[in-house]
C-alpha cells in the first residue's frame, strides 16, 4: 500500500487513531514457552490453532497493520493466526504451542518490524531463528524474547551469536532453554556474550552441555561485563565443567543471580564454589540444589560463607547434606558480622531441637535470616502446634486489643509508614518486633501471604477495617 497516504479507520463510527510513540524505556515482551505470563486472557473457547477468525480485528487494527501480516502470510503461504491479529496491538503476545514452524515464524517476524512484538514456538528451527533475527535488527522496541524448546540446534545458536556480537539490539532478556544446544554451542555463545553487553538475563537451561561446554562458558563469564541473571540449571557440568564456570565467576564483577541447579558440580565443584564466594561481591542468589554435594562440600561452601557480603539466597536443596552440615551453614553466618543472607534452603534435611537452638541464636544477630528445613525430629505436637499458630489471627488479636487496624500495624514496621517493603526487611522488623512476638515458620508464612515476585512485601491489598 502507498505509505504516502493516511491510514483510514475500518470502520466510519470509529475514530482514526495512531499508533502511541513508544520511548526506548518501554519493555515489549516475546513469549515462546509454556508459562504463566501477564497475558491477555483468551475468549471462552478460544483455541491456539492457526485457523483465521477476524470478524472482530478491524475494531482493533488500522488496515495497515492488519494487512502487513495477511499479506506477510500469503508471502510465504501460511495461514494466519488469529490470535496474533487479535493481540498484536499489546504489549505481551504469547504464542505458545501454535504450531508456527519456520514460515510461520517468518511471517510474523515481517509484521514485527513495523508493529509490537511476537513470539515463536514449536520447531521455528535454524530457518524461524534466521527470519526472527532478522527483525530484531529493524525492531528498537522488543526488550524480551522466548525462544524455548525449539530445536534450534548448532546453526541456531550460530545465527543468534552473529547477531549478538553486533550489539545494535534493544534485548535485554533472552531465553533459550530446552534448544539442543550442545558444547559446540556453548563455544559460539562464549564469543558472542564475551563481546555483548547489552543482554542482562539469559536462560541456557534444559540444554545439553557437559565440562567442555562449561569451560566455554566459563570463559565466558571471566569476561562478560553486562549479565546479571544467568540460567544453567538441568544441564551436564560435572567436576572439570563446574571448576571452569566458578574460576570464571571469580573474575565476574556483574553477575547477581546463577541458577545452577539440577547439575553434578559433586565436592570439588563445591570447593570451587566456596571460594568465589570468599572473594565475589556482585553475586546475591546461587541455586546448586541437587548437585551431589555432601557434607565435605558444604564445609568449603560454608568456610566461603565467613567472607561473603553479598549473597542473600543460597539453594542446596536436594544435596545429600545431614544436619551436621547444615549446622556448619548457620554458623558460618554468625561469624560473619557483614552477611547480607536473608534465605538457606535445606529444605530436604531432617534438624533436631538443638539445631533450631542454635538457629535462634543465629537470628539473634541476623534476623533478616530464614532457613528452610525439612522438619524438627522428635517435636512433640504441642510444640508443633505452637508453631504453627496463624500468625495473621496474633495479629488481628493484637489490633483489636489496641482499637487499631492490621494494616496500622504493618506500618508501624516500616520505618517511612509505607505499604512495602523487601522480604529481608520485612523479616528482619517481624523478628525484632515484640508487639506480636512470632517465631521464624509464622513470619515464613506471613511472608508468603504478602510476598510479590519482584522480593517485596505489599500488604497495601490487606482489608482496612474502621477503628
Not at 87 to 112: F, R
Not at 241 to 261: E, F, H, M, P
Not at 316 to 327: E, K, R, Y
Request: glycine residues 6%; charged residues 25%; proline residues 3%.
Amino acid at each position: 500500500m502507498d505509505n504516502d497516504e493516511p491510514l483510514e479507520p475500518e470502520t466510519k463510527d470509529e475514530p482514526e487513531t495512531e499508533p502511541a510513540a513508544r520511548n526506548s524505556d518501554e519493555t515489549v515482551y516475546c513469549e515462546a514457552e509454556a508459562t504463566v505470563a501477564v497475558e491477555k486472557e483468551k475468549p471462552g473457547g478460544e483455541s491456539s490453532e492457526t485457523d483465521l477468525e477476524i470478524e472482530d480485528t478491524e475494531k482493533l487494527f488500522t488496515t495497515g497493520q492488519r494487512e502487513l501480516y495477511l499479506e506477510a502470510c500469503k508471502l510465504v503461504g501460511v495461514v494466519p493466526v488469529s490470535y496474533f491479529i487479535r493481540n498484536m496491538e499489546e504489549s505481551y503476545v504469547n504464542l505458545n504451542h501454535h504450531g508456527l514452524g519456520p514460515s510461520g515464524t517468518k511471517a510474523i517476524a515481517i509484521a514485527l518490524v513495523e508493529v509490537k512484538a511476537a513470539a515463536t514456538d514449536n520447531c521455528i528451527m535454524e530457518e524461524g531463528t534466521l527470519s526472527l533475527v532478522q527483525m530484531l535488527q529493524e525492531n528498537y522496541y522488543l526488550q524480551d524474547l522466548n525462544i524455548s524448546n525449539n530445536d534450534l540446534g548448532l546453526k541456531g545458536a550460530s545465527t543468534i551469536s552473529e547477531f549478538l556480537q553486533r550489539n545494535t539490539s534493544s534485548l535485554l532478556n533472552l531465553q533459550l532453554s530446552g534448544n539442543n544446544f550442545k558444547d559446540e554451542s556453548a563455544e559460539l555463545f562464549c564469543q558472542a556474550f564475551s563481546a555483548n553487553y547489552r543482554i542482562k538475563t539469559l536462560d541456557l537451561s534444559h540444554n545439553e552441555f557437559s565440562d567442555k561446554g562449561g569451560e566455554h562458558l566459563g570463559q565466558m563469564l571471566a569476561l562478560n561485563i553486562g549479565l546479571q541473571s544467568l540460567d544453567l540449571s538441568w544441564n551436564q557440568f560435572h567436576t572439570r565443567g563446574a571448576v571452569a564456570l566458578c574460576n570464571g565467576l571469580r573474575a565476574n564483577v556483574t553477575l547477581q543471580k546463577l541458577d545452577l541447579s539440577m547439575n553434578g558440580f559433586g565436592n570439588e565443584g563445591a570447593t570451587a564454589l566456596g571460594e568465589v564466594l570468599r572473594l565475589n561481591n556482585s553475586l546475591v542468589y546461587i541455586d546448586v540444589s541437587s548437585n551431589d554435594i555432601s557434607n565435605e562440600g558444604v564445609i568449603k561452601i560454608s568456610k566461603g560463607l565467613e567472607f561473603n557480603e553479598s549473597l542473600k539466597v543460597l539453594k542446596l536443596f536436594l544435596n545429600p547434606v545431614s544436619m551436621d552440615g547444615a549446622t556448619l551453614l548457620i554458623l558460618s553466618i554468625k561469624r560473619n558480622p557483614k552477611s547480607k543472607m536473608e534465605e538457606i534452603d535445606i529444605s530436604n534435611v531432617l534438624v533436631s531441637e538443638q539445631f533450631v537452638k542454635i538457629l535462634d541464636g543465629v537470628c539473634a544477630i541476623h534476623p533478616q535470616l530464614d532457613v528452610t528445613y525439612k522438619a524438627v525430629q522428635g517435636l512433640s505436637a504441642k510444640k508443633e502446634l505452637l508453631l504453627w499458630t496463624n500468625p495473621m489471627k496474633l495479629i488481628q488479636s493484637y489490633a483489636d486489643q489496641h482499637q487499631i487496624t492490621v494494616i496500622d500495624f504493618f506500618k508501624s514496621l516500616n520505618p517511612n509508614g509505607r505499604m512495602m517493603m523487601s522480604v529481608g526487611d520485612f523479616r528482619k522488623a517481624m523478628i525484632q518486633q515484640d508487639k506480636v512476638p512470632m517465631n521464624p515458620y509464622q513470619v515464613r508464612e506471613l511472608i508468603k501471604k504478602l510476598a510479590e515476585k519482584t522480593g517485596m512485601v505489599n500488604f497495601s491489598f490487606l482489608k482496612t477495617e474502621k477503628r
